[in-house]
């Protein structure tokens, strides 16, 4: 049976008296890859942002590793070290370098050293193909470049678990190919990772599992090739119909 890395368990989240998640249970297991899917305001984000601490909850708990986490937990700071997230916003400082946007987390957090951590950098670097920028500023890079450096900042800071929230949603179509293929390689390597995404063939590509959510909440949950051939609630279906893919 495959580590299960995260389990949530009832989670609920309000907005005020409007209740936005209602009880959210599911697995995440290690080296594996959990897909949200499900249209504007489901919920996904809201979710994805819970774990690691970025939006409270109000009931319900989180098992991260050995690590319970429930409403008004105060240690966040050590969790996020081991979840890394990625915006669809960069969220890169514009008047650093893109090594030192990537070394920031390392060196100032974790406070290794600078040559292991400058080591790994230009080696994530070559990874995406972006070894001749590490020396450019934000301002200099197209939004592609940016985004892949995002996801770079996150790896340098050797995470076990990567949150990905729409990571393409404000990329030209042109740039998008690339971002999706960082990721890609990342499954390949057995990343334990949660994707939020309307890229339906990249899900289906990756996706282990999906979660399929509506009006905050799990509506469906299906293994990745299990929910884009045979839906097993009529509302998937439409949801699958609606998109072009």
């Not at 969790?79 to 030192?100: A, K």
């Amino acid at each position: 049976m495959a580590e299960k890395l995260l389990t949530v368990s009832h989670l609920v989240k309000n907005y005020g008296r409007q209740e936005v998640l209602h009880d959210i249970n599911f697995t995440v297991e290690k080296g594996s890859v959990t897909v949200l899917l499900g249209p504007s305001g489901s919920g996904k984000s809201t979710t994805i942002r819970c774990l690691n601490g970025l939006e409270d909850f109000h009931s319900g708990e989180i098992q991260f590793k050995d690590q319970v986490i429930k409403p008004g937990f105060k240690k966040w700071q050590s969790v996020r070290q081991d979840i890394g997230m990625v915006f669809q916003s960069y969220d890169l400082f514009p008047n650093r370098t893109v090594i030192d946007n990537i070394l920031l987390g390392p060196l100032k957090v974790q406070k290794r050293s600078k040559d292991e951590a400058l080591a790994q950098a230009r080696h994530l670097l070559k990874e995406v193909q972006l070894s001749d920028y590490e020396n450019a500023y934000p301002r200099q890079l197209s939004g592609g470049q940016k985004q892949r450096i995002a996801i770079v900042r996150a790896l340098a800071l050797n995470p076990e678990f990567m949150l990905f929230d729409e990571v393409t949603a404000s990329l030209d179509p042109e740039m998008v190919r690339g971002v999706l293929e960082v990721i890609e390689g990342l499954a390949r390597q057995k990343m334990t990772m949660l994707v939020v995404t309307h890229e339906m063939n990249f899900a289906k590509q990756i996706a282990d599992k999906v979660l399929f959510l509506e009006n905050g909440k799990i509506v469906e949950e299906s293994a990745g090739h299990e929910f884009f051939d045979h839906p097993k609630t009529q509302r998937a279906q439409e949801f699958l119909n609606s998109m072009d893919f």
